[in-house]
């Protein structure tokens, strides 16, 4: 397997950032899109596979399992070549500092490619709300399983975050989410071949989605899939979560959760990664 060291690895995220911000729009759309269903894809099986596990092993193991599974999303996108919104975050400022580009450019990846994970993400939501969160009769009638009683208890769960101190605590999980998962981009980045890829990006992923840290893109699924979810069961059912909609989504989770992770990706690796060995990509030119 080929290793990079870091000086390299640093100066081919510049130049990964530096070819992303000069996309069209409609090909980061699109490649955000594929992205975004990649995420949700990983979320939707974590949901299932963690499932009934707290029941029997405990809270941690369930959290582990999730973990475990979740990694697929961005393995398939860094592997394939789509877009993720909170890999950008570090990777397009990282072409700023190195390659000079303007924040502006920046700042049009970021848009188009968010958008493009947006749509991703509750189109596959969307599928498993209505294909393996739920069960229908030949008179139309649905049933929502156990998945789907998981799905709606995440999206409750995100949604909770009402007050000051919920806040400041969902704000510090999303930095912490996007530490790891740029660091899982940079690990990617330092292998060659697939299989050096693989378990570069799936550690920290894991260590995140265990650690119960908050991801945007990923949200972008659990809140909508939970919503759809919700409104099978309706208001009448006893499971039925009154203030799960599509505005406490983005109140309660998502744009804080958004901020959160710019800071964490462009902060805590792009910024610090740039300082500690701009010396350095200096002398590679």
């Not at 090909?27 to 594929?34: A, C, D, K």
Request: proline share 4%; with cysteine.
């Amino acid at each position: 397997m080929v290793f990079h060291p870091p000086v390299q690895i640093v100066a081919k995220a510049g130049d990964a950032g530096k070819y992303k911000v000069g996309l069209p729009a409609w090909n980061m759309i699109m490649r955000g899109f594929m992205s975004g269903a990649y995420i949700a894809m990983g979320a939707g099986l974590a949901t299932v596979t963690s499932t009934g596990v707290a029941d029997f092993l405990g809270p941690g193991f369930a959290a582990l399992v999730r973990g475990a599974v979740f990694p697929v999303g961005l393995i398939i996108t860094i592997l394939t070549g789509a877009e993720l919104f909170t890999g950008d975050a570090m990777l397009a400022p990282m072409a700023a500092f190195i390659h000079k580009i303007s924040w502006m450019q920046v700042l049009n990846l970021w848009v188009w490619v968010y958008i493009g994970n947006f749509i991703g993400s509750v189109v596959y939501a969307y599928i498993m709300a209505y294909g393996p969160y739920t069960s229908w009769d030949a008179a139309g009638a649905v049933t929502v399983n156990a998945f789907g009683m998981t799905a709606l208890g995440i999206a409750k769960g995100k949604v909770s975050y009402v007050g000051g101190a919920a806040m400041w605590s969902l704000f510090l999980k999303a930095i912490g989410c996007n530490w790891l998962v740029n660091l899982a981009v940079l690990l990617g980045i330092c292998a060659d071949d697939a299989v050096g890829k693989f378990f570069g990006i799936w550690f920290p992923i894991m260590a995140f989605v265990s650690s119960g840290l908050e991801h945007s893109i990923a949200n972008m699924m659990f809140i909508p899939a939970g919503i759809f979810v919700n409104g099978l069961l309706g208001p009448e059912h006893a499971s039925y979560v009154a203030n799960l909609s599509w505005v406490t989504m983005w109140t309660n989770n998502v744009i804080l959760v958004t901020i959160g992770n710019i800071v964490g990706g462009l902060l805590f690796v792009g910024v610090i990664y740039w300082v500690a060995f701009r010396k350095e990509i200096a002398a590679l030119k």
